[in-house]
């Protein structure tokens, strides 16, 4: 496993470096142990992930990203406790574990809600679970609500609210339990552009209030750099870390950022290792002549 300080980071402003510092001066929150998970397919064994290690600290935003079936998902369900591994461990504060538990938050693409609920009781939903009484459930639910901004909503149903929306409320009511970590696989793949960018600055908003690590499964690099301390990068066949690199671009984070020479620096680098431009000669298409109506050549 390498660890990849970019050359910029050298020059990088004070700020950028002390954050560093003081992340990795924080107690370690996750730490994954060479996690192997093997799927059975019909031609024979898929390595899903191999051999995969790395830690996150206290209130860290760390993304994992890698292009399509590179063990993203997988490793986010093991980190859940929803699926078990081959081999290696995983633990939370310093604690393996053996299935789900209420330190760990989830939060998916696909829109999760309970249909039948409101969006206050879709907040009270895990505090009901974990036994708290109606009235805090319902008082701790309904101040989730206004921090994301949705008390007008209180009473809506999922299917009266906009995708964005209903990722808030689904945000809430995975923070509403005070996991420790969030553990989000693409949450926001489902949305358009700009309800996706205001969705990024929403979930640094939140993190700044709650005392959370962040797990941010993703695909989309800006989305990577724009949200995270650190991230992971995946390749394919057989999922392996192949960098982690710390961001260094400063907080807190404006979309003025997405041009500045270190959030780009950063992008290259994760071009460089997710889409290595090598001639593939499964990416040309075959030279053929096509004839159009009118005998027009193209
Ligand atoms: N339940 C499963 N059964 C068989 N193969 C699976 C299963 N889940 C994932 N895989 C395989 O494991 C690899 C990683 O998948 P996944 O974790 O979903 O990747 P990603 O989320 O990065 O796109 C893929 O080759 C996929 O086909
Ligand atoms: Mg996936």
Known sequence: MTNFVLPSYKEQSQEVKDRFDRIKERPVMLRVENLTKTFKAKNGPSVALNNVSFQTYRREFTSIIGPSGCGKSTMVRLLAGLESQDSGNIYINDKIITGPGIERGMVFQGYTLFPWLNVVENVMYGLLRKGETKTYAKNKATEWVRLIGLEQFEHSYPSQ????????????????????????????????????????????????????????????????????????????????????????????????????????????RLEELIHPRHEDKDDKLPLVKLTLVGDEVL
Do not use: C
């Open 161 to 268: 609210l906009s995708g964005g929306m209903k990722q808030r409320v689904a945000i809430a009511r995975s923070l509403a339990t005070h996991p420790e970590i969030l553990l989000m696989d693409e949450p926001f793949g489902a949305l358009d552009a700009q309800t996706r960018a205001k969705m990024q600055s929403y979930l640094l908003q939140i993190w700044k209030k709650v005392n959370i690590s962040i797990v941010f499964i993703t695909h989309d690099l800006d989305e990577a750099i724009y949200l995270s301390d650190r991230i992971i990068v995946l390749k394919a066949n057989p999922g392996e870390i192949a960098e982690i690199i710390e961001v260094p671009v400063s907080r807190p984070r404006s979309p003025d950022q997405f041009l500045s020479p270190e959030f780009l620096a950063t992008k290259k």
